[in-house]
């Protein structure tokens, strides 16, 4: 065998191997954002949603009241009078800011609310059908997906939008069907492992891997470790729960404010 034939099969063999990790890597990619993502949300609001809700709309409840005793005191400093007429045109300016900030906590119950549903109607999968799964993925992303295999672009376009749904849904037996499909469509690479080959590959790799990375350490997917530990889930409900207990007292301090530059109120 000639020293080139064997560069080559080397090459094959390098090849080989790193598309075997980038196909595990999309896989771990795919899983965070199409099965982890809503799951980590929905285990962090059924942790903390309810205070976190809570401190909201306190917080709308102080900046309305803010507002309310701001343009009061306008009044008071131009010397107009506080009377029914002058109250209901401020409560028409407070109303005009609630809107946005009701749409907040709005938004906040909804996503409480789609939690719980959530988590209500989760399906179990076992360890075992999990495994299967993410192995079909992986082969079908080494045969089709453009980063591991380019050359087969056009089963990828066909194919991948049915291979995501089932993912998804963790429906390994039509990841079965499907792989056996692609199996027969696909002429395996007969691409020759050249060094541009493996070096994309490599890149591939080192940009895949950044990204996991990035992902891992942002919310909600870093909330995956953390919800799982008594001693940060103890501290967060701590901190929220001062902060509540210190916008109640803001809000009776600015409650006191406002009823004293109302009283008095002409009728």
């Known amino acids: 065998m000639t020293h080139e034939m064997t560069a080559d099969i080397k090459r094959k063999a390098e090849a080989d191997r790193l598309r075997r990790e980038l196909a ?9 954002q199409t099965h982890d993502r809503d799951l980590l949300f929905a285990r962090y609001h059924e942790q903390l949603g309810i205070l976190e809700y809570s401190l909201l709309c306190l917080q709308v409840e102080v900046l309305a009241l803010k507002k309310r005793i701001d343009l009061v005191q306008r009044l008071h400093n131009r010397g107009d009078p506080i009377d029914l007429a002058a109250l209901t045109r401020i409560e028409a300016a407070v109303e005009e800011d609630l809107q946005i900030w009701r749409g907040r906590i709005q938004a906040q119950e909804n996503q409480i609310v789609n939690s719980r ?39 990828f376009e066909r194919h991948w939008n049915t291979i995501q749904s089932a993912y998804e849904n963790w429906d390994g037996d039509l990841l079965e069907a499907l792989l056996h499909c692609v199996e027969g469509e696909c002429q395996q690479s007969c691409i020759a492992a050249v060094p541009d080959e493996v070096a994309r590959l490599h890149l591939l790799l080192k940009t895949q891997t950044e990204r996991l990375a990035q992902l891992q350490a942002e919310p909600p997917f870093c909330f995956a470790r953390l919800l799982d530990d008594p001693a940060w889930l103890a501290s967060q409900r ?3 729960e001062a902060s509540i207990g210190a916008q109640s007292q803001r809000l009776a301090q600015l409650q006191a404010v406002f009823a004293h530059l109302c009283d008095g109120m002409e009728e």
């Not at 989760?122 to 799964?133: K, M, P, T």
């Open 24 to 32: 595990t890597l999309l896989e771990s990619i795919e899983q965070l």
């Open 238 to 240: 701590a901190s929220l």
């Open 117 to 155: 549903l959530l988590l209500g109607n989760l399906v179990a999968i076992s360890e075992n059908e999990a495994r299967r799964v993410k192995s079909l993925y992986r082969k079908l992303a080494r045969l089709l997906h453009p980063d591991v295999s380019p050359e087969n672009v056009v089963l």
